[in-house]
Nanobody
Framework: DVQLQASGGGLVQAGGSLRLSCRVSGFPFDDYAIGWVRQAPGKEREAVACIGVSDGTTYYSDSVKGRFTISRDNAKNTVYLQMNSLKPEDTAIYYC?????????????????????WGQGTLVTVSS
């Protein structure tokens, strides 16, 4: 079975930090890019970061660039999202998702509809 298990969400004050984890199983980790996609209440899904598992290429949305860092541990089939300097507007459910990456993901990483597999999400709440 394909599984993307996201964890690490919680309640934090503005300016604080959280680290999300996404453990992947059931598909060839190295052939995929893993992204973090968030959805705030009443808003559309937004891809905020993505990493190519095979070569470590990363992309970030402008809204999180400089504050969030995505990384991966290939030995553990796990992708992380380190979130620093959190703001109330970062409050959302954060999903990790997998996108097949044989042809590259420079254009598709920011499009939630292009992800093939999704995890269950983890809630991040940032209080002001």
């Amino acid at each position: 079975d394909v599984q993307l298990q996201a964890s690490g969400g919680g309640l934090v004050q503005a300016g604080g930090s959280l680290r999300l984890s996404c453990r992947v199983s059931g598909f060839p980790f190295d052939d995929y890019a893993i992204g973090w996609v968030r959805q705030a209440p009443g808003k559309e899904r937004e891809a905020v970061a993505c990493i190519g598992v095979s070569d470590g290429t990363t992309y970030y949305s402008d809204s999180v660039k400089g504050r969030f860092t995505i990384s991966r541990d290939n030995a553990k089939n796990t992708v992380y999202l380190q979130m620093n300097s959190l703001k109330p507007e970062d409050t959302a459910i954060y999903y990790c998702a997998g996108q097949y990456n044989i042809l590259g993901f420079r254009i598709t990483w920011a499009r939630p509809a292009r992800y093939d597999y999704w995890g269950q999400g983890t809630l991040v709440t940032v209080s002001s």
